[in-house]
């Protein structure tokens, strides 16, 4: 059963894309760089030939992400559907979910504690929960060392002198300025885990399919442009500014 329903959503997604796929215009005037496939023409804009899995950055991560072990990633994302159903669904807050689990806990421990004392005769001594002191050391490290790596990035576009390049940046955050509008900090963070998960091991399957409707969009936009071109702003009159000398 669970390879034959893994089968079926695969066709239903790989027929998905050859439906889009048809539906777009082939684009055949419009030229990149070099000849070859629209394949490798496309993958241009994802870094060449480098892997999905090298993208990502290697390592647990990037397995994690293309469901290399399957139980991990299921565990992850189901993990992550958990805690969004209660914080947005069920209405439950950080911390009404912090001291519930405290409580619990110390109850358990009270229980025990209580209970073994009445039938050994002697007190029993319950093992202490301890977190070791790396692990946040290690948290903070690597939250700080990534805060600084995207700071010095936007650093780095500001400063650049790439107007296309800063453009792209600010019109991103006047984006994600308007889905913070639309849903939440938890729902954002959420979407975003679930395309994390599903996107790059639907695009290392399809990538022949997606690689070629982007090339189709891209060149009907292309095509688009054009015509815009030459029907709307090639006749709009360039003004020479004209300076009269003075007698």
């Known amino acids: 059963m669970p390879e034959h329903s893994e089968n079926a959503a695969e066709n239903m997604v790989s027929g998905i894309m050859d439906a889009i796929a048809d539906k777009l215009p082939k684009q055949k005037s419009v030229r990149f760089s070099e000849e070859g496939s629209i394949s490798s023409q496309a993958k241009k804009l994802f870094g060449g030939d480098k892997s999905v899995h090298h993208i990502l950055g290697g390592g647990k991560s990037a397995d994690v992400l293309l469901w290399r072990n399957k139980k991990i990633s299921s565990s992850v994302l189901g993990g992550a559907t958990a805690a969004w159903v209660f914080f947005e669904w069920l209405d439950y807050h950080f911390l009404t979910i912090i001291s519930f689990v405290l409580v619990l806990g110390m109850a358990i421990q009270f229980g025990w504690s209580s209970f073994a004392g009445m039938l050994n005769g002697s007190p029993t001594n319950v093992p202490r929960v301890e ?76 990538h022949d399919q997606i690689d070629e409707m982007l090339y189709n969009m891209l060149g009907l936009l292309g095509s688009q442009y054009q015509k815009l071109d030459k029907g709307v702003l090639s006749k709009i009159p360039k003004g020479s500014l004209k300076f009269k000398k003075s007698q």
Request: glycine share 10%.
């Open 131 to 206: 977190l070791p002191e790396e692990v946040f050391a290690n948290i903070g490290a690597a939250v700080g060392a990534q805060v600084n790596k995207f700071l010095g990035s936007l650093q780095d576009i500001s400063c650049g002198r790439d107007l296309k390049q800063f453009l792209m940046v600010i019109a991103g955050f006047v984006v994600a300025s308007f889905i913070g509008s639309w849903f939440n900090l938890i729902s954002v963070i959420y979407i975003g885990f679930v395309s994390a998960h599903t996107l790059p091991v639907i695009y290392e399957k399809y």
